[in-house]
């Protein structure tokens, strides 16, 4: 379905109900954004989202320093979510762990989760921050859906509480670089389009120091785990993050749906 055409070019994420003739106020942030940075005024049309209700041509009713109100016209593009897929990473080095978010958000996860493992590095993140990070790159991608960044928790626990019918994909640069893989390992591509698209999936990504023996073990013990390898070099976690988004999306992602 087409929306209607609009010049537009300013995205916004918002929290409020968006709908035909729904007024939606501004906060100090957001008017400073729009009406000090993008100089725009009265009349002048922004095109909002809010994770739920698809994206809206609104134009601005009111501009002013610490606010200001926007009147949505027009649903320029229905709602469309992405595949049920979470990516599992090891936060690492500050900008290259914002780099994995922001590439997770647009390249169509719908969960991001950031784990410790027994050799992450980082012991806290500022999930609040990768949140805003999600939310821009959804901003900026056109996308009308913005994944939650959950908190860190531990890898050990969050396998414990595993959903059932969840699969993981998952990444081990052991098999790189001449390692032996274990039985029942594949290369990705191959790997995944043996399963079934419409099944609930995560991808698990390692640290920089790789993953422990013990670690090693258990996931490969996992009835729901598929070890496959991402190639014949280690790379480094961020790369792994998208090269992994990238095979699975290619397998069993979205990437080939028709638009809505």
Known sequence: ???????????????????????????????????????????????????????????????????????????TRPLRRPPDLWLLFAPIKKARTDFIVEKAAEMGAARIIPVQTDFTNAERIRQDRLQAHAVEAAEQCGGTYVPEVADLIRLDRLLADWPEGRHLMFCDEGFADGGAAPEGA??????????????????????????????????LALPFAHPVSLGPRILRADTAAVAALTLWQAALGDWTRPAA
């Not at 989202?49 to 041509?57: A, I, T, V, Y």
């Not at 790997?191 to 013990?214: C, M, N």
């Open 1 to 75: 379905m087409l929306g209607p055409m609009t010049d537009a070019k300013i995205r916004l994420f918002v929290d409020q109900p968006l709908g035909a003739g729904q007024t939606v106020p501004l906060d100090r942030d957001q008017a400073h954004y729009l009406f000090g940075v993008m100089r725009l005024s009265a009349g002048a049309g922004v095109l909002l989202f809010n994770g739920r209700d698809g994206e809206w041509l609104a134009r601005v009713a009111e501009a002013g320093k610490r606010g200001g109100i926007l009147i949505c016209e027009a649903q």
């Open 186 to 219: 594949s290369s990705a591509l191959p790997g995944l389009r043996r399963t079934t698209p419409a099944e609930p999936w995560a991808i698990l990504i390692g640290p920089e120091g790789g993953f422990s023996a013990a670690e090693r073990k258990r996931l």
